[in-house]
């Protein structure tokens, strides 16, 4: 008995059998052309990834000048930065943003979807007139927008209507940033809604029948049938929209260069015009850096809560 045991132990801990080995340069063998496929991948993503930003980390730590060579200065852009008072407001004013578009954003593509999904007709028109404004070009997005926004535009004609005054919805500095996020919102919900919908419509609608055969109506399947399935796809977006957002600089730049007085001048864009602007790019990098440990964080608590969930 003694023997039997001690001989399947080692059976599992010792070393490997000759079977055990024939198994895996067969199972090498059948998989090589797959991993030759992605080698290609493989290099591109280290070559314009990784590369820059190792490269990214090594600069952050000198005075990078094109003309007179590279000077090492140690940890003097971090300090730098964290002596600019503009990047605290640079971070207050990401987390404004942040929180405003998971207030007023992100339940408008789990909304749109959930509303398409229960369409009996036209289902896909509104799947296309949803993800239309997602295609509109940059500078064709920003140009309406501000036409709209203008004191003299259509949405003040409209608010006109009901005896509200002209808003500089631009140019004043407590309605900057939340008009940018309506015309994101507006922008960038379609793609989302329809990740969305492909969650929505992957559920079994054996589900539904049952339930609609029990008398629930749509609320109630929403609330305990679609919602509870879709949690996993909600929290993933939520992690993804934080990171995208937490990157945003593009309409803070192009409609208002982080203007008026500072409101928008998101750290993303204040990354940028240290790099771009006052061309100190060892303290643009530092800035990188950093957002890239915080992002880092942030990957890294979706990839543990995906791995959780499945």
Do not use: C, H
């Amino acid at each position: 008995m003694e023997e039997s045991v001690v001989t399947s132990g080692n059976r599992g801990t010792g070393p490997e059998t000759e079977p055990q080995k024939v198994r895996r340069t067969s199972s090498w063998k059948k998989n090589m052309w797959g991993y030759l496929f992605l080698v290609p991948a493989i290099v591109i993503f280290i070559i314009f990834l990784w590369l820059p930003i190792l490269k990214g980390i090594v600069y952050s730590f000198y005075n990078v000048d094109f003309v007179k060579g590279n000077t090492f200065v140690g940890l003097d852009n971090y300090v730098k930065i964290f002596n600019n008072p503009d990047l605290w407001l640079s971070v207050k004013n990401t987390l404004y943003f942040m929180f405003l578009t998971l207030i007023i954003g992100f339940w408008v593509p789990i909304v749109a979807a959930i509303a398409i999904s229960e369409l009996k007709f036209f289902q896909g028109f509104a799947r296309i007139a949803a993800y239309l404004p997602f295609v509109v070009p940059g500078v064709v997005l920003y140009g309406m927008w501000r036409w709209m926004y203008d004191p003299v535009g259509p949405i003040n004609a409209l608010l006109g209507l009901f005896g509200v005054e002209p808003i500089s919805f631009i140019s004043d500095g407590r309605f900057s940033m939340i008009s940018i996020v309506f015309m994101e919102t507006w922008q960038q919900f379609g793609s989302a809604m329809l990740i969305y919908l492909a969650g929505v419509l992957s559920i079994p609608r054996d589900w539904y029948e049952a339930a609609e055969i029990d008398g629930a109506g749509v609320w109630s399947r929403i609330k305990y049938i679609t919602l509870p399935a879709m949690r996993s796809l909600i929290v993933l977006m939520l992690i993804l929209q934080i990171i995208g957002t937490s990157q945003a600089y593009q309409s803070q730049l192009a409609l208002l260069d982080g203007g008026p007085n500072k409101v928008t001048l998101t750290y993303a864009l204040f990354t940028v015009k240290y790099a771009f602007t006052q061309l100190d790019y060892g303290a643009g990098t530092a800035l990188g850096v950093l957002m890239f440990i915080v992002l880092g964080i942030l990957g890294v608590i979706q990839f543990k809560m995906n791995r959780e969930d499945y």
